[in-house]
């Protein structure tokens, strides 16, 4: 009896979790902040910051509730693993859900990437690419500056 309350309680917080997690997704606007810069250096025309205003939206929409069931899915597992006796069923089939979820978000991700080609210029998509690789050497030379490592090969 004390199991099936402790399950009740854990279904309750996770429901109440998603449904202040997704409210919380979806009050964030797009496109990401970080991503914002690569984008206004590409010079697009108002036609095709419109687009794009609509596009991330629209994925921004689309994966919200994605992601709110990925953390729903690990907080299960989390909460299976927790128990005196974890059941290995159940972790199976919560490990399956898991990994279908993120392979639909990985798949949004994807559709974005595409539609976004679609909507930059073959120079646009090869300036965006160049950005891209300079804006990952710039975080590279910083990790580099500023990471302290654990542990030090030198005794």
């Known amino acids: ?64 509730n994605l992601r709110s069931l990925i953390k729903v899915t690990e907080s299960r597992i989390k909460a299976e693993l927790s128990q005196e006796k974890p059941s290995m069923s159940k972790l199976e089939k919560f490990t399956a859900d898991l990994y279908a979820v993120k392979q639909a978000d990985f798949l949004e991700q994807m559709k974005y990437q595409v539609a976004l080609a679609a909507i930059l210029s073959p120079s646009e998509r090869k300036k965006l690419k160049e950005l891209k690789i300079e804006r990952r050497q710039k975080q590279d030379k910083y990790i580099d500056k500023y990471y302290i490592p654990f542990y030090s090969d030198n005794k």
């Open 1 to 64: 009896m004390k199991n099936l309350q402790k399950n009740l309680q854990i279904t309750a917080c996770t429901v109440l979790l998603t449904l202040l997690s997704s409210s919380a997704l979806l009050a964030q606007e797009m496109p990401n902040p970080r991503k914002a810069p690569l984008l206004a250096d590409l010079g697009l025309t108002s036609s095709q910051e419109a687009t794009l205003q609509e596009l991330a939206a629209k994925y921004s929409e689309d994966t919200a």
